[in-house]
């Protein structure tokens, strides 16, 4: 008897499939095999990460044998390579063991595939278990059923990359994502008929639909969902709409019902999560965004306490200052997370990424989307964020059985210090907390005594001996520095060529591509294919019009993000939104000259709203009214042009010629190169820089306006908008609870040999000889570690020169101004690191006094601060 003619005698477990009223082909026939039921039953057995089905068992009936042979073999091979990916009230569940998972955000069109790989290898390395990305549906679908999956879009590939390294995958379908730009809801959705985002709008629930059921079928066919051997193990519908949902009332309970059944009914084989929502559907996971998740309780004791989003940072804004998280409050959220009971924490951002082509929302988010992210915009490491939360991530792997399956205790100290116990057969392993901001804590555990910083954690995986404490960073601090062009010869100076925006064929005249009586929003007009409208009208004053001899200005109600006034062909001025008011009044004096008079205003969006209730019905453009107000002494005469002929026109028409293209054969002038004139065409050339190191074009010099290398747009640029100098000083305090000039050129949009363009648009005017290109890499390290650790200095692949600074003892200072203390050891500390260090790409040191020499520091904590150039 062979083995299909063996196996329905075998006992049976667990049912793995159920094939009703099956009719197949086999391979042997071409016609039809009989209808009948299949039953395939198994037990299980675990091994290496997968499950295996022995002694497989079946009820039929009607079946053939050879229909019986095929169907086997596919279920063998499907089921074998699959994942069971569940969960219960502590932890989701791989293969049925609980499992610690860390993932990091890195969201695909942020940065370029080739930089795909290096960013997700160093996630691991990084012990990161797994990569979450959003789904972007406003840059897949820009037009209405018409996709773009190419390039920095190519979904598949940046999943199947993920793949290739061994981690897991989250996949945030929503299709809402409030990322700061590419929000998921493309502007035509909002130009549909009696559309309504985010409720039961019939128009809207049919589109997300249709786009959420692309997605999943695009990703089910390259079997990328765990349940068929693929990385995701998470998929997420909808983001954050619990935060907002009040407005909405009942619709907004409804809809996300709707958001619930849509995604169980796609049978994607792994569990769906929902953020921010308490009142998430079952089986959707309700789980937790923010800066601190330590206190959320899940709304469902089946469901385990998960965190999707750890802010690492902020992100930037236009005019706004530069947010910064440290590490230590960074690592103390995670810690105390995990301590109160938390399995799963995906860091937002793990890598920073760049804002390219008009992707940057906001309004006013910049082009880098910096985070403060553990890897930085170019993909550098940042830190030492990244080398002290892959410490933390190595301790907590190390005890995940514990702290999945362990039973939990907490000893309340008072004033914000507790120990949290989890219990095994096996062992313990311990928490301690201090949430007390200004006072550093000495617990008492078990016949000894711990001192605890302000505002950190201790993990003691056996509960005896100090693993990691948050406050304490044992890892360096690279500097990152600027390096010159060498493959030029004379990198600071650059030869431009200029053209002005021809603006004559349609301001003259006052016409546009369209007409109407009254003044629209920006977005219903443009679509969201150009960041620029014009708006146009034409006024005529008779002589002894009652308005001539009098004083006249021009009063605009506008929620442009940045407003350009013109009258008869001269630009009056230029007025843009601050301090996040959008809706302002513009008023100047303005000359009307007796007869036809021409008025066109060019709104500019700077990233359109992309969070809150009804976002999409926040205006932006000119919405008016649109006043001409005459005064003579206390006479005021106004004339409302609101509903006045109003003309329009999309875009500009260096844009429309595509002027930014290396090929374009629009002709450049050599001559009389302008500055500082608005609405100008720059070009120049250049060579590649030398190496691999990440490559930034300096803008210095520069006021507004958008850059493109060899027809790539990496973004908009807005130097003229400077931030306030308030802020954190150079050494920031870590404890307490965290508040929220140079543009990435990806090498791969360079030519290695031969020349390379550069092309600017220049909205308000700047001076282009300043611009110059540089490479990022790490110019020196330092570190400033406490006795009894072993510290890393590392250059990234390049070696290390020269010992600037070590001293150990008691020194005082930061990075870059270290001095010495009172108190050193006996033996040269800058002799011993030279010797061990120089020459080398890394190396590693323990820092003892048996090594150092013994220093009288009359019982202050003593330590080795280093200073390396690389």
């Given at each position: ?5 063996e ?8 049912t ?12 042997s026939?071409?016609s ?80 370029t ?13 990084g ?7 959003y ?12 996709y ?28 809402y994502?409030c ?5 998921g ?20 629930m ?19 969902f ?136 906001g ?30 991530h ?26 949290t ?12 907390g ?13 016949g ?55 603006m ?7 016409k ?52 350009r ?6 630009h009056?001025?230029s007025?843009?939104?601050e ?14 000259k ?14 359109l709203?992309?969070y ?8 932006v ?8 107000i ?27 010629n ?25 070009k ?55 508040y ?5 050129v ?13 092309v ?29 650790n072993?510290?890393?200095?590392s250059?990234d ?41 120089i ?11 048996e090594?150092?020499?013994?220093p ?15």
């Amino acid at each position: 008897m062979d083995f299909i003619d063996e196996i329905h005698q075998k006992s049976t477990t667990v049912t793995i499939c159920d094939l009703d009223r099956l009719s197949t082909k086999t391979p042997s026939s071409t016609s039809a095999s009989p209808q009948g039921r299949i039953k395939l039953f198994g037990t299980i057995l675990y091994q290496k990460n997968r499950y295996f089905f022995l002694y497989l068992s079946l009820q039929f009936s009607r079946v053939n044998m050879a229909s019986l042979r095929f169907i086997l073999c596919c279920v063998l091979v499907n089921c074998a390579c699959a994942t069971i990916v569940s969960h219960d009230g502590r932890a989701i569940t791989i293969d049925g063991h609980r499992r610690v998972l860390l993932s990091g955000s890195i969201h695909y069109p942020r940065s370029t595939p080739e930089m795909w790989p290096d960013h997700i290898k160093k996630g691991k390395e990084g012990g990161l278990d797994a990569i979450e990305t959003y789904v972007f549906w406003n840059a897949h679908e820009p037009t209405r059923r018409q996709y773009d999956f190419s390039g920095k879009l190519d979904l598949i590939r940046f999943l199947k990359t993920i793949q290739d390294e061994g981690l897991y995958g989250v996949l945030r379908i929503r299709p809402y994502a409030c990322a700061e730009g590419i929000t998921g809801f493309p502007v035509w959705l909002h130009n549909m008929p009696r559309m309504v985002f985010r409720t039961t709008n019939k128009a809207f629930m049919d589109e997300i639909q249709n786009f959420t059921t692309m997605i999943v079928d695009m990703v089910m066919k390259e079997k990328l969902f765990a349940s068929q051997g693929g990385p995701i193990i998470l998929a997420q519908i909808e983001n954050e709409y619990g935060n907002i949902m009040g407005p909405y009332g009942e619709a907004g309970e409804s809809y996300i019902k709707l958001c619930a059944n849509m995604a169980q009914a796609l049978n994607v084989g792994v569990p769906w999560i929902i953020c921010q929502q308490n009142y998430a559907p079952q089986p959707m996971l309700n789980i937790c965004n923010g800066f601190y998740c330590d206190n959320f309780t899940p709304n469902n004791l089946n469901t385990p306490k998960m965190w999707t989003e750890n802010w690492t940072g902020w992100f930037k804004q236009w005019g706004g200052k530069n947010p910064h998280r440290t590490t230590e409050d960074v690592a103390f959220s995670v810690a105390r997370f995990f301590q109160r009971g938390g399995t799963f924490n995906n860091y937002y951002m793990y890598h920073r990424g760049t804002n390219f082509d008009r992707s940057a929302g906001g309004p006013y988010i910049t082009t880098s989307y910096d985070y403060d992210a553990p890897l930085d915009e170019y993909g550098n490491l940042n830190q030492p964020k990244y080398g002290h939360l892959k410490q933390l991530h190595d301790v907590l792997h190390s005890m995940e059985k514990t702290l999945t399956y362990g039973n939990i205790s907490t000893i309340d100290f008072g004033n914000s210090a507790s120990a949290t116990i989890y219990t095994t057969q096996e062992g313990y392993s311990c928490f301690f907390g201090n949430g007390n901001e200004n006072s550093d804590a000495t617990i008492s555990f078990r016949g000894e005594s711990y001192v605890v910083p302000a505002w950190s954690v201790t993990i003691l995986p056996d509960c005896k001996t100090e693993a990691y404490n948050t406050a304490k960073i044992t890892t360096q601090t690279s500097m990152m520095v600027k390096k010159p062009n060498e493959a030029e010869d004379d990198p600071s100076t650059l030869k431009w060529s200029w053209r002005p925006e021809n603006m004559d064929n349609f301001v003259l005249r006052g016409k546009g591509e369209s007409t109407n009586t009254q003044l629209f929003d920006q977005k219903v007009v443009s679509n969201d294919q150009s960041d620029y409208l014009w708006y146009m009208t034409t006024v005529k004053f008779r002589k002894r019009d009652p308005f001539m001899g009098k004083n006249m200005s021009l009063r605009v109600n506008s929620t442009a993000h940045v407003l350009r006034v013109f009258v008869n062909g001269k630009h009056i001025v230029s007025q843009h939104a601050e301090n996040e008011k959008f809706h302002y009044v513009f008023e100047k004096d303005a000359k009307f000259k007796s007869g036809r008079n021409v008025i066109f205003l060019l709104s500019i969006t700077v990233g359109l709203q992309n969070y809150g209730a009804f976002f999409e019905s926040v205006p932006v453009g000119i919405t008016g009214p649109i006043f001409i107000i005459g005064r003579n002494g206390d006479e005021i005469i106004v004339k409302d042009l609101s509903s006045h002929k109003w003309s329009y026109k999309t875009g500009l028409n260096g844009f429309e010629n595509k002027l930014f293209k290396t090929e374009s054969p629009s002709k450049w002038s050599f001559e009389s190169v302008p500055l500082n004139r608005t609405m100008t065409w720059y070009k120049t050339t250049f060579k590649a820089p030398l190496g691999n190191d990440p490559v930034v074009v300096d803008l210095l010099g520069l006021g507004k306006g958008t850059a493109w290398v060899n027809g790539n747009n990496i973004g908009c640029y807005w130097l003229a908008f400077n931030s306030s100098s308030d802020g954190c000083s150079a050494k920031c305090n870590y404890r307490g609870a965290y508040y929220a000039e140079k543009y990435h050129v990806p090498r791969s949009f360079l030519i290695t040999e031969g020349v390379n363009t550069l092309v600017l648009f220049e909205e308000m005017g700047g001076n282009p000889s300043l611009v110059n290109f540089q490479t990022t890499r790490v110019g020196s390290v330092c570190a400033n570690v406490y006795e009894k650790n072993v510290i890393e200095l590392s250059c990234d692949r390049k070696t290390i020169s020269a010992i600037k600074f070590a001293s150990f003892g008691n020194s005082d200072g930061n990075c870059g101004s270290f001095v010495k203390g009172t108190c050193e050891g006996s033996k040269n500390a800058v002799d011993i690191l030279t010797k061990e260090c120089i020459g080398k790409e890394k190396c590693s040191i323990d820092v003892t006094a048996e090594k150092f020499g013994v220093p009288d520091c009359s019982g202050v904590a003593r330590r080795l601060p280093i200073e390396a150039i690389c």
